[in-house]
């Protein structure tokens, strides 16, 4: 894949240290004292027209963390802790999930990736919810634990591409990413068929005018 360099933890690595890992490969004993973590994509497929114009594809959610950076809810697995319990908890601490509706599972799993020379494994979860469920969660996250300090905000990402052919998806895409996520976000939206890998090439080639 085209993994662009990314950050973690403040520090620039190359894509050339980054590789996709089996999640199942990552539970071998070399890997035991790398650091984990593991964050979700919560999308709702919706095919209603903005301002009667755009085809709005779906309902992404995205967050502005503390750091300025755009990023996917979810966090550090702690060390003992199982891989999805960790997500289920950064999501509860993070956007106030309601474990009661929804859990992530090990089948919601999307991509894995490795970084030997930051010794850091990167789970990545996908998870399709009812767009009124999808709203409900906008809303309660504002009174979860962490909204206000690692969290500034959540946000839709605008999916469609505007008449000028860079306003929409692909003035988004110039943002600031934490650590993969925004190469995460362009493989989900393949593998849940949200958008093609044309359209996705579309995006990333697009210039301001
Ligand atoms: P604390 O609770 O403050 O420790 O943070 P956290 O557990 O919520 O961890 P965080 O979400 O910041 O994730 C840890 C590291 O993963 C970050 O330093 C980034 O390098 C990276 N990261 C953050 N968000 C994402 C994301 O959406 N995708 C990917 N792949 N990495 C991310
Ligand atoms: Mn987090
Ligand atoms: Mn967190
Ligand atoms: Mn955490
Ligand atoms: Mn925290
Ligand atoms: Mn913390």
Do not use: W
């Amino acid at each position: 894949g085209h993994l662009a360099d990314t950050e973690h933890f403040g520090r620039k690595t190359s894509s050339s240290d980054v590789r996709v890992i089996s999640y199942n490969e990552t539970t071998h004993p070399k890997y035991v004292n790398y650091t984990k973590a593991g964050h979700c994509m919560i999308y709702s497929k919706q095919n209603e027209k903005m301002f009667g114009l755009y085809d709005t594809r779906a309902a992404v959610l995205m967050q502005m963390r503390f750091d300025g950076y755009i990023g996917f809810p979810g966090g550090l697995i702690d060390d003992g802790e199982n891989t999805v319990s960790g997500v289920n908890r950064e999501l509860v601490e993070e956007i106030n999930f309601d474990l009661e509706k929804f859990t992530i599972k090990e089948e919601h799993h999307v991509i894995s990736h490795v970084n030997e020379k930051l010794k850091l494994i990167l789970h990545f979860f996908a998870i399709e919810v009812p767009l009124q469920d999808f709203e409900e969660m906008e809303k309660k996250s504002l009174s979860a634990h962490d909204y206000g300090n690692e969290v500034m905000g959540i946000v839709r990402i605008p999916l469609y591409t505007m008449g000028d052919g860079f306003r929409g998806f692909p003035a988004f895409l110039t943002n600031a990413f934490a650590g993969n996520s925004r190469e995460q976000l362009l493989q989900s939206l393949i593998q849940r068929q949200i958008m093609t890998k044309e359209e996705i090439e579309r995006a990333l080639e697009a210039k301001a005018i």
